[in-house]
């Protein structure tokens, strides 16, 4: 009943209509994440082009009139150098092509049997817990077609910490893309350096050694060298103070970084030049807000969200997290149909504010979906009992899912329109949580967090992470 009385107070239309004729006329988000492709290339954070990028957005921020500022943090930076991968019968070894995953070791070199650990997750270790011991895990990304419906889907950093647990020296997983197509991202729960070397390998060269290994014993070699060392960066944070509530803020990020593989045009380009668009639309029109928005440029995110990490413990340490209210993630975020938050009891005024959006445009579906996922920058807030939410019900565009983490992730996949349609719906999502008189949810109790996260199914994957802080 509570969240009625707040919908009946909103009235965001005339508003919604001035950012949708901004957006839709002078939207700066394609041409400037085009630009940033060309001029700056990936956005590695701890690269001089992580540094690049990082400026990129500083400068572009103040350009539009914010107070911009520079978060700096130490990140273990991690970059591969070399990588030799061969599997076959003992004493006949042939070259694999692979890649490595990031925070492998600095230098190994294993020779060991290859066992087969089907989808990685806890229970294909179940019923023999050491049949990885001493040996190489391989291991298929996702899940294995006619796996049971209630098997887990673990990230890749996931079940390379349960293939270390169950005492294997190196791991090889298995991309699901067709075409061998390679994917880089981290193999690491902390962020920090693995014990062990792990390795992608191409979907048609994994399966061809899955089925060999039903006939014959393989053993697998992985010799590799890449560079770890502190170095800093910098999250990108621009400050629009708000009037009657300016002590309640809205933080809204997305990861400006990217791995080195591509550019990162759709991991998280349009995600983050959505944001930085998002900004220069609120300074044109010069609207004001009740809350303090903050729109945050994170690096770091796929070193495992160091930079959000940073944002929350660096809050804590100023007294300052109680103020973040709400916090929108968009990470690679496209076209969205409709708005999502792990808190049910916004479906109201996230659908009041959605119907006012779809009048002026019949493609928004004012779809509202309620849950809660790991692996992002939204998790950091979430594990503080911050209320989270975003975009859901688009999809990527040009058939980039594929191209995730890949080489094939460049600026030819961005789609225009998509792209501002993000940027429009989500500037007016952000003007109305800064704006409506009462938020209906509250930043929850330790207890609260631990149901909540039972309940959306997260206490096993952050058991494997080591972020399970309620035993």
């Known amino acids: 009943m509570w969240s009625f009385s707040a919908t009946a107070q909103d009235n965001f239309g005339p508003v919604f209509s001035r950012i949708n004729s901004e957006v839709q006329q002078n939207?700066?988000?394609?041409?400037?994440?085009?630009?940033?492709?060309?001029?700056?290339?990936h956005r590695l954070t701890g690269s001089p082009n992580g540094a690049k990028a990082e400026s990129y957005a500083y400068d572009l921020l103040k350009s539009y009139g914010f107070q911009v500022r520079y978060q700096p943090f130490e990140v273990e930076s991690w970059n591969r150098i070399s990588v030799e991968t061969k599997i076959g019968n003992e004493g006949r070894l042939e070259a694999v092509n692979a890649v490595t995953l990031a925070h492998s070791p600095v230098k190994?070199?294993?020779?060991?049997?290859?066992?087969?650990?089907?989808?990685g997750t806890a229970a294909d270790y179940l019923a023999n817990p050491d049949k990885a011991?001493?040996?190489?895990?391989?291991?298929?990304l996702g899940t294995l077609p006619g796996s049971p419906e209630n098997t887990p889907r673990l990230h890749r950093s996931e079940k390379t910490a349960l293939a270390t647990q169950h005492g294997a020296v190196g791991v090889v997983i298995i991309n699901g893309v067709k075409g061998d197509v390679l994917l880089t991202g981290t193999a690491s729960v902390t962020g920090k350096l693995i014990p062990i070397p792990a390795v992608c390998i191409g979907l048609e060269n994994g399966m061809r050694i899955k089925e060999t290994m039903k006939q014959t014993k393989q053993f697998a070699s992985i010799n590799m060298t890449n560079f770890s060392g502190m170095i800093k960066a910098r999250n990108v944070i621009a400050t629009l103070k708000g009037n009657d509530l300016a002590d309640e803020k809205i933080v809204?990020?997305?990861?400006?970084?990217?791995?080195?593989?591509?550019?990162?045009?759709?991991?998280?380009?349009?995600?983050?030049?959505?944001?930085?668009?998002?900004?220069?639309?609120?300074?044109?029109?010069?609207?004001?807000?009740?809350?303090?928005?903050?729109?945050?440029m994170f690096m770091g995110e796929e070193q495992g969200l160091l930079g959000s990490k940073a944002y929350v413990?660096?809050?804590?340490?100023?007294?300052?997290l109680g103020k973040v209210k709400f916090m929108l993630n968009y990470d690679m975020t496209n076209d969205p149909k409709g708005f999502t938050t792990g808190r049910k009891e916004m479906e109201s005024l996230f659908k009041s504010w959605g119907a006012d959006i779809a009048k002026l445009d019949t493609g928004f579906k004012n779809i509202f979906a309620a849950g809660a996922g790991l692996h992002s920058d939204h998790q950091p807030f979430m594990l503080a009992g911050i209320p989270t939410g975003g975009g859901t019900g688009g999809k990527l565009p040009n058939n980039s899912g594929p191209y995730y983490h890949s080489n094939g992730d460049s600026f030819k996949l961005v789609d225009e329109q998509e792209l501002k349609n993000t940027v429009r719906y989500s500037a007016m999502l952000t003007y109305?949580?800064?704006?409506?008189?009462?938020?209906?949810?509250?930043?929850?109790?330790?207890?609260?967090?631990?149901?909540?996260?039972?309940?959306?199914?997260l206490e096993i994957p952050l058991r494997i992470a080591g972020d399970w802080r309620w035993d």
Do not use: C
């Open 108 to 119: 190994a070199s294993v020779t060991a049997e290859l066992v087969d650990m089907g989808n």
């Open 432 to 457: 109305a949580l800064a704006n409506t008189p009462q938020i209906p949810v509250k930043v929850q109790t330790e207890e609260e967090i631990k149901s909540f996260l039972q309940a959306n199914k």
């Open 313 to 320: 413990e660096q809050a804590k340490k100023d007294g300052t």
């Open 252 to 296: 809204v990020g997305g990861h400006l970084d990217s791995w080195d593989l591509a550019t990162g045009a759709i991991d998280n380009g349009i995600g983050s030049f959505a944001i930085l668009d998002m900004a220069r639309t609120f300074k044109k029109l010069n609207l004001k807000t009740k809350r303090t928005v903050e729109f945050v």
């Open 27 to 41: 939207s700066k988000a394609y041409p400037n994440l085009k630009s940033a492709t060309e001029t700056i290339g």
């Open 133 to 140: 011991k001493g040996k190489v895990a391989l291991i298929f």
